[in-house]
């Protein structure tokens, strides 16, 4: 149990064109998603935390109109990286979790999308 | 504000040897931690977790994980290292607060090379 998936696994697009990558829950209901990127051999950076039905808090330090998150039921989030840009070319990672009880509240991550932007 | 450190960038081990990660966190209560593996272009697995009790964690894929609140570790181990555990491996630090809203802080992850 508790599978995310995302979609597409990798992108190339153009620069200044736009992307959506998809952040689904398979078997459970995601109260919060979040979305990180990962830089090669790096740490994985917290963007931003999504709760259904609401709008997304981004960290500092990231644009909220560049990275459009919506979380638009219990199984799904996506992101979109608008006018994008080579320096937008990463590993972007989503995870969920259910927190509906007790102390687990664990993430559950998704494979991963490569987005590459040339 | 918590923070994650992963002392070694690089593990080199053979395979059959005893493997043993570092971590350390810097959390003022009780943190939760994790430990998480990533194989090439992969998500995340987690491979255990601690939240409170038995200081000694048991995760899968015959890793284990100890809590000292004395030396603010949490290192992993293995006692015997497969080839197939080659991999990035991520600490993750996270504090419990009211509503249980938290969100976990990672480390910048260590590589371990597994030589046949």
């Known amino acids: 149990g508790a599978v995310v998936s995302q979609h597409p696994s990798r992108v190339i697009c153009k620069s200044g064109t736009s992307v959506k990558i998809e952040c689904r829950s398979l078997?459970?209901?995601?109260?919060?998603m979040f979305w990180y990127r990962q830089f090669p051999k790096q740490s994985l950076m917290l963007m931003a935390t999504?709760?259904?039905?609401?709008?997304?808090?981004?960290e500092q330090g990231v644009e909220k109109d560049k990275f459009l998150i919506n979380h638009a039921s219990l199984t799904l989030s996506t992101l979109t990286v608008t006018s994008a840009h080579p320096e937008d070319s990463s590993f972007y990672i989503c995870s969920a979790r259910s927190g509906t009880s007790g102390n687990t509240y664990e993430q559950y991550f998704g494979p991963g999308t490569r987005l590459t932007v040339t | 504000a918590q923070s994650v450190t992963q002392p070694d960038i690089h593990i080199t081990v053979s395979e059959g040897a005893s493997l043993e990660l570092r971590c350390n966190y810097s959390?003022?209560?009780?943190?939760?931690l994790f430990w998480y593996v990533q194989s090439p272009g992969q998500g995340l697995q987690l491979l255990l977790k601690y939240f409170s009790g038995d200081t000694l964690v048991q995760g899968i894929k015959g890793f284990e994980a100890e809590f000292k609140r004395s030396q603010s570790s949490f290192n992993l181990r293995k006692p015997s290292v497969h080839w197939s555990d080659a991999a990035e491996y991520f600490c993750?630090?996270?504090?419990?607060?009211?509503?249980?809203?938290?969100?976990?802080?990672f480390g910048r992850g260590t590589s371990l090379i597994v030589h046949p």
């Open positions: 959390y003022g209560a009780t943190p939760y």
């Open positions: 078997d459970f209901q995601a109260t919060t």
């Open positions: 999504s709760n259904e039905g609401s709008k997304a808090t981004y």
């Open positions: 993750a630090v996270a504090q419990g607060a009211t509503g249980g809203s938290y969100i976990p802080t």
